[in-house]
């Protein structure tokens, strides 16, 4: 048996694969860690010319026999040799690559080049030399599609809790959304080193509303003080001080509201955020609009009206299209002092700090 784990390449199997952001294509910055729930398959062509053309175009051809929601196959190449691939193979995605290597180093990869294959949960699944890519292709075809990889039912690592908000307050909160109407809600972006908010339709589909009452506002952290925070530092032994953002979301299913998979804290704007909250304000008047955790499987989550779901704003999370009816839900974030810390230190990378999907009314729950 081989103990000697520390002489084996790093990161090793079973190992977290870093993360990255970099050009894709016409996709300036893609985030490597938007892809859990994939197995993903990274190509490191390596020195060798000849031999690097020939992996890459292996490469291109396995890609076209297999459905990317559950595999997906990426070059990784200098900036001038991925726009010559892509030329060459339109259908083959290629990471541009870092200043120093950067990419190639981190994965521990030599001038030899070399095969990684990272698994549903982000972790370093397979290592090759660059001529045993047919052999790690063809044992990739028969891994388990994505997502059933185990148990339909194996849970995430999240905390669902009934009750938090009563229904009565949860009409409240609705009929003030209602009035106001909302606004079309965008997402957090890195650009040019900044923290920006970014609408898309093709990733995002929601309308919000910004809660400014005092009261009203008062009522919510009362709440969650009171019924969800203990209950939080209970299950998973964190203790939130902040909460972020007073909002009623709207996802409308004449929209097909959805939000694609995505982490709520890899920007420097959102770096603070620890928990994530979704509180349903209407769950028995729609259909669709669960949330699923793609690293985890294929199992979905859906609080009852007034309940919440909580989790790691670092989890991959997705909310799937609302197919009927409309769905309304209060969405916080939380933090610690340490988060506050972080947070006050990023204030200058915010493009806007009014920004509704950033909020710079965070308050302190106690």
Known sequence: MDLTLSQQPRPGIGELAPWFNTRCGEIQQFHLSSLGGRHVILCFPGIDKAAGTTAMAMLAEWVKGVHDRHCIGFGVMQPDDAVASQALWP????????????????????????????????????????????????????????????????????????????????????????ADGGEDSGYMREQNGKTVGVIDHNFKRRRDMLITDPDVMAQARIRMEQRLLPMLTRALQFTATRMER???????????????????????????????ITINLNAEEFEGGELCFPEFGPRTYRAPTGGAVAFSCSLLHEARP???GVRYAFLPFLYDEEGAKVRAANLGFLADPQNRGYNASSQRTS
Request: a positive charge; aromatic letters at 10%; hydrophobic letters at 45%.
């Open 91 to 178: 259908h083959l995605r290629v990471f541009q690559e870092m200043p120093g290597m950067a990419i190639t180093r981190a994965y521990g990869i030599g001038a030899e080049g070399g095969w990684v294959v990272i698994d549903t949960l982000m972790r370093i699944m397979m290592r090759a030399p660059l001529s045993a890519g047919a052999e790690l292709l063809a044992r990739v075809r028969r891994l388990p599609l994505a997502g059933l990889a185990g148990p339909a039912d194996a849970p995430a690592p999240v905390l669902v809790l009934p009750g938090v908000f009563e229904p009565e307050f949860c009409q409240h909160l609705i009929a003030l959304y209602q």
């Open 322 to 324: 609302v197919t009927k």
């Open 246 to 276: 007073y909002i009623v979301a709207c996802y409308d299913a004449q929209e097909r509201g959805f939000f694609r998979a995505h982490r709520d804290n890899t920007t420097r704007g959102t770096a603070h955020r620890r928990f994530a």
